[in-house]
């Protein structure tokens, strides 16, 4: 089948006016322009523009049903004890048809693959059966080594989560992090985001190593103090390509330079961080040291919806700083190579899942596609076509 608009973004450089792409067996197979071809079997889908399907490089879905549950007004350190209390509450059944809703929702807001971290090991029947593809990363936290570290090859999308640094023992996330690269899959870890963190990561005391030595947890062997969060991880050697350090609110230049010299996987998720912490991560560091970066929403308790859509605008309201060509990357190819999964969903190229949105906008030039894409607001004007429906 072969589908045709005014404006077909294949990537954020090739940019098709008046062109096709062709859908086999749900796989993208050719794209070219319309006028050299001398057949009428083509769906015109209209004057707007066809774009891939986003993707949402961190959520957790298993908290959808604490939506609006929650105040984030009150500060983090509050946001947390409430989460752990509502969470106590919450039913397994209650708990599921939280994470069925917020698929549905990804998949209504032209999301198609996701980076979903998993503490309960719920999501990933529901992400199965609701055909939304990803990496489903069970996560870890605490100083408890007897894990269940085998990833199943055959299952291609499972792979390890370490919760954040000051939460997980050195050696757990060690341990996560070797998994995970005899695997070859990603490797996901908060990084950067609370006050708690830091100033456990920098001194070895304060109100966290309180907690720490409460519970018993013996930290002397951990390299604390070390001068940040991103230093004391890259002094575990956890810091490669293939991991993905998720918020970095708190990060500075040197950490990011480490970043960048460790080619690591960047994601941001600037509206959670906004609601949890009143901050933002350094944009213009990012933008200077020219830092590819990926978008997440983080859950339904900390961030209004999961649309990546949602997440683009949020980003380019709060800084003019990346173009909106930058964004469009960020919400597309960026989350794919995170997730690994760049050869089946992120562009239009053949061989890419054939999956992909078709927005009813006007844009004059290539420039404005862009523009209106990151900025418009498309809650009742775009249509999302999977392979199924394009068969
Ligand atoms: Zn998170």
Redesign the pocket.
């Known amino acids: 089948m072969r589908h045709s608009a005014k404006w077909i973004v294949i990537d954020s450089e090739t940019i098709l006016e008046n062109g096709y792409i062709t859908v086999e067996k749900g796989i993208i197979t050719d794209f070219g322009s319309v006028s050299t071809l001398n057949t009428k079997n083509i769906v015109d889908h209209g004057d707007g523009v066809i774009i891939p399907t986003l993707v949402n490089t961190?959520t957790?879905l298993e908290l959808s049903s604490l939506k609006n549950k929650i105040s984030f007004k009150s500060g983090f350190q509050h946001w947390v004890k409430e989460l752990i209390s509502e969470r106590e509450k919450l039913t397994n059944e209650c708990i599921d048809v939280g994470i069925q809703n917020a698929i549905d929702e990804l998949l209504q807001s032209g999301t198609s693959t996701i980076g979903e971290?998993s503490s309960l090991y719920r999501s990933n029947k529901y992400m199965n059966e609701r055909l939304i593809s990803g990496v489903f990363f069970k996560e870890y936290l605490g100083n408890d080594l007897n894990v269940d570290c085998k990833l199943i090859s055959s299952q291609i999308f499972n792979s390890y989560a370490g919760h954040a640094p000051h939460t997980t023992s050195p050696e757990l996330l060690k341990k996560l992090k070797f998994e995970t690269t005899r695997n070859n899959k990603p490797y996901s870890i908060?990084l950067s985001e609370s006050y708690d963190e830091t100033e456990f990561i920098k001194h070895g005391k304060g109100k966290w190593a309180d907690f720490l030595i409460e519970r018993g947890i013996d930290f002397s062997s951990w390299p604390v103090p070390s001068r940040s969060p991103v230093e004391y991880l890259s002094k575990l050697d956890i810091l490669d390509t293939k991991t993905m350090v998720?918020?970095l609110i708190n990060a500075d230049l040197k950490d990011f330079k480490i970043l960048k010299d460790n080619e690591c996987k960047i994601c941001l998720?600037p509206r959670?961080n906004h609601n949890l912490h009143r901050k933002l991560p350094e944009f213009e560091l990012i933008y200077n040291l020219d830092l590819e970066f990926c978008l997440?929403t983080?859950?339904l308790a900390s961030c209004e919806t999961l649309s990546i859509f949602d997440e683009m605008k949020y980003l380019g309201e709060v800084t003019n700083i990346f173009s909106p060509k930058t964004i469009f990357k960020s919400a597309t190819i960026n989350g794919a190579k995170a997730l690994g999964l760049e050869e089946q969903y992120g562009d239009l190229k053949p061989k890419s899942v054939g999956s992909f949105i078709y927005l009813d906008l006007e844009a004059e030039n290539v420039n404005a596609v862009f523009d209106k894409i990151v900025n418009c607001d498309f809650s009742k004007s775009f249509k999302v076509l999977s392979p199924d429906t394009t068969l």
């Open positions: 961190h957790h971290i908060h998720v918020h998720c959670s997440g983080d859950s």
